[in-house]
């Protein structure tokens, strides 16, 4: 009776949102995992990737099916899948998902487990400018997505352009930016991915009619409904579709020297020297378009060192490397003119065409360009070699700048398409052309590939995307948590700002620490800066200098925290910047909160945004208790509280019952292996049981955790009555060296001095502060052994 009664639930619901009258239907076949679905005007083909992954695509009378998809790698698994023919509507059921298909009016409805996710309204439609798949959507439902733009969390009521865009100088407003992604998800907790590459439009329902729709001017009519138990669930769901980021190298934890630009071998060099005489940690340089020429016009596709300012770049990247510092290049896929490979790239015909097959030529601020047709085996191979040779010069990673293509009118032609139809793409292609190319040099080192424009899937390339050319101003900063959050919702966990802004020549000492602050806590630590302002800490004011290495030295200290949140990425897809409603899904006051953030599981940061903010107002998720990071001061969940606000340091608390390992701050990431590890346990009454785990491997393996080059770290707490009991183990992989460490380990909250402390049974000295409540003992461990810690509380 229970399930008659939702059947006709579900029923209703389909009627009161049917689709296209004019769709009638004809017919159903079943095949592998779904179904075939024939109307008057084409046929619908419905499949299951898995129970929690639908796929429906419409091929209308007259066309023929399209390529494969550039954003799906995901392979359909063999599933149970029921499908029951009745006289009004077809019914495909999983054990997740179930789809319903009524055949007059015709209507498609998506249902997880009972509940009704989304219908199709309109479906498919033709008219005279753009394709559209329409879809009927609930009134109270906020909606994220479409890629990065600043726009609030909740981007319903927009329509944004898909058409990827730098947009120099932005603040607080941006509506369009350089990723745009077909995306969208739901406070509902289930995402639509229209799986297409050419440019249009997602409408997040502009008219204000419950009406969802993409819009585009060709290509295929395919998305993807993904949902989940959980928003972990729907983000590891959907990056299993699209593919997973691989590790990057640990180094990229790490601070970067960057800025526009270094003009010469002895300048990179003396940065560098810099650093490490102010003991400021540093473990990369950038280096912008002067590497390849002395302007910044008329020089872009030379792609080789400039010998009269790098005369020996061998050496140079010799040198850096001695000082643990990699060598990051940037690159564009645009050719001038002017530059001194134009008549090599003609001769070899790398470029892009115009409409009679001549190069495509064009002018945009750089100077007159052609554009590397990186979909012809030509021009693929051409620019593989560039990075190749880079490569074995010792570089070891790029810069993919004006990637959306910056300027690309819409009468170039490649290969594969017109400049409209690969637009949105082009950036996804020339990472995957350079992760390729670093991976056929060598073959076992992680690549680092940062662009500013890609597509859905980019990750699966290694890609690392910023947040493009922002404001070097207080509205710029307060962008960067919400861009940061929905980009890593959508698969693409690494996107990150130039810290400190890039556009203008402001000197604002405050506005640089707080938004340096703020990147301690961001995928990839990176200041960068027009050449009219120092972005380098080494360069600033005594007090911003030395405000902005404390940020740095708690960088390096979270590092054995911040690689586990790499690993928990490159398995499932988690960002590492998590909205609060991850923790309270059913909580509508946290849907378009973005004043605080979860940085991995465990810890929570609320970033300054104000100048002369002397109280932050903070959301704690409920369930939880929190300590502060720097007093250890306890706040209960579930509330919100006015705090007073720190100079040297933005509000950071950590979640009661969370192992916190940190290092001692090393000038570089390369410097901290079998180094004395600083774990900290916050205790509460509260949680009586807690269990984390920390991965760690050489750094640099490509592919170390499934060939067993690893270790993983196991800390578990136990609490009852007076008793609080300490469980080490290590997960040791068959090709790592299990190694001793020592162990400096700090219990919080202890409110009076324990009677005793045991390790494997053997009482212990330990040291007790009164006055901080809290306890430390330091300890050897050989993690080829488990280790017990026992504390005997007082009442």
């Given at each position: ?83 029951t ?14 789809i319903?298909?009524t ?14 996710v ?25 909606l ?17 352009q ?23 998800m ?46 972990y ?43 490490r005489?102010?003991?400021i ?73 115009d ?36 490569v ?9 700048d ?26 996804h ?18 690549p680092?590939?940062l ?55 402001n ?35 005594e ?74 107002t ?9 300590f ?27 979640r ?6 940190m ?24 949680v009586?049981?807690?269990?984390r ?5 050489d ?10 080059n ?36 700090t ?43 026992k ?5």
């Amino acid at each position: 009776m229970k399930h008659y009664i939702t059947y006709i639930f579900l029923l209703v619901t389909a009627l009161l949102t049917s689709q296209n009258a004019d769709r009638k239907f004809i017919s159903v076949n079943e095949i592998s995992n779904g179904l075939e679905v024939h109307v008057n005007d084409g046929v619908y083909t419905i499949q299951m990737y898995t129970p929690e992954i639908a796929e429906t695509s419409f091929l209308p009378i007259g066309e023929t099916a399209m390529a494969a998809s550039h954003a799906v790698v995901l392979e359909p698994n063999a599933i149970n899948v029921q499908v029951t023919e009745r006289a009004e509507d077809i019914l495909l059921k999983t054990n997740g998902l179930y789809i319903t298909i009524t055949k007059s009016p015709f209507q498609i409805s998506y249902y997880y487990k009972d509940k009704h996710v989304i219908s199709e309204k309109a479906g498919y439609a033709k008219n005279d400018s753009l394709e559209t798949i329409q879809f009927e959507i609930s009134k109270d439902e906020v909606l994220y997505g479409g890629g990065a733009r600043a726009l609030g969390m909740n981007r319903r009521g927009h329509r944004l352009q898909l058409y990827n865009r730098a947009h120099y100088g932005y603040e607080t407003h941006s509506e369009l930016m350089n990723f745009t992604l077909p995306i969208v998800m739901s406070s509902n907790q289930y995402m639509v991915h229209f799986d297409n590459a050419p440019i249009g439009f997602l409408d997040l329902d502009s008219k204000g009619d419950n009406t969802l729709a993409y819009e585009t001017i060709s290509g295929r009519k395919t998305y993807q409904v993904i949902v989940g138990e959980s928003w972990y669930d729907i983000v590891d769901n959907y990056t299993d579709l699209t593919g997973k980021q691989p590790m990057l190298p640990r180094w990229t934890l790490g601070n970067f020297s960057s800025r526009f630009g270094y003009h010469s071998q002895k300048e990179v060099l003396e940065t560098i020297d810099a650093f490490r005489a102010e003991e400021i940690p540093v473990d990369a340089i950038i280096l912008d378009l002067y590497w390849f020429g002395k302007d910044i016009k008329g020089t872009m596709g030379n792609l080789a060192f400039d010998r009269d300012s790098f005369p020996n770049p061998q050496q140079m990247v010799k040198d850096l490397k001695s000082k643990n510092v990699e060598t990051i290049l940037i690159t564009e896929p645009f050719m001038l003119t002017t530059s001194k490979r134009w008549d090599e790239a003609v001769e070899k015909d790398i470029l892009a065409k115009d409409t009679i097959g001549n190069p495509a030529t064009y002018d945009f601020y750089f100077g007159n360009t052609g554009i590397i047709d990186i979909y012809s085996n030509t021009g693929k191979q051409w620019f593989k070699t560039i990075y190749k040779d880079l490569v074995q010069l010792g570089v070891n990673g790029f810069w993919g700048d004006l990637g959306e293509p910056e300027v690309l009118p819409s009468w170039v032609k490649f290969e594969a398409g017109t400049a409209d139809e690969v637009h949105n793409i082009y950036g996804h292609d020339w990472a995957k052309l350079v992760y390729e190319s670093s991976l056929e040099v060598s073959p076992d080192k992680r690549p680092f590939i940062l662009m500013r424009a890609g597509y859905s899937g980019s990750q699966r390339y290694g890609m690392v995307p910023w947040s493009g050319d922002v404001n070097r101003t207080w509205g710029g900063l307060q962008s960067q948590p919400e861009i940061a959050l929905q980009m890593g919702l959508q698969g693409l966990a690494y996107m990150h700002s130039d810290l400190g802004g890039f556009a203008g020549a402001n000197l604002d000492d405050e506005l640089y620490v707080r938004w340096l602050q703020y990147g301690v806590f961001q995928p990839i630590y990176r200041p960068h800066a027009q050449e009219d302002v120092a972005s380098e800490p080494v360069f600033r004011s005594e007090k911003a200098k030395e405000l902005a290495k404390q940020a740095i030295e708690l960088r390096y200290a979270l590092l054995p925290y911040n690689y586990n949140l790499m690993f928990q990425n490159s398995q499932t897809g988690t960002p590492l910047m998590r909205p609060l409603f991850f923790e309270e899904p059913n909580n509508p006051d946290l849907y378009a909160y973005s004043d605080a953030y979860l940085w991995g599981k465990d810890i929570l940061v609320a970033p300054i945004l104000k100048a002369g903010q002397k109280e932050q107002t903070i959301y704690f998720p409920k369930h939880s208790a929190w300590f502060d990071f720097d007093t250890a001061e306890v706040f209960e969940g579930g509330q919100t509280k006015t705090i007073s606000t720190k100079e040297q340091s933005i509000p950071t608390f950590i979640r009661a019952g969370a192992f916190i390992p940190m290092l001692r701050p090393q000038q570089s990431t390369k410097l901290v292996e079998n180094k004395t590890l600083y774990l900290s346990y916050g205790h509460h009454n509260s949680v009586t049981q807690s269990r984390r785990e920390f991965y760690n491997d050489d750094g640099k393996t490509v592919a170390a955790y499934e060939n067993g080059n690893y270790q993983i770290l196991n800390f578990e707490a136990n609490y009852k009555g007076r008793n609080l009991q300490f469980d080490f183990e290590a997960e040791t992989g068959k090709m790592f060296t299990a190694k001793s460490r020592s162990i400096d380990f700090t219990i919080h909250n202890i409110s009076k001095r324990p009677k005793y402390v045991k390790i494997d049974e053997k009482k212990v000295e330990f040291f007790y502060s009164e006055a901080l409540k809290n306890l430390i003992v330091t300890f050897p461990w050989h993690t080829s052994e488990a280790k017990t810690i026992k504390l005997k509380l007082k009442n």
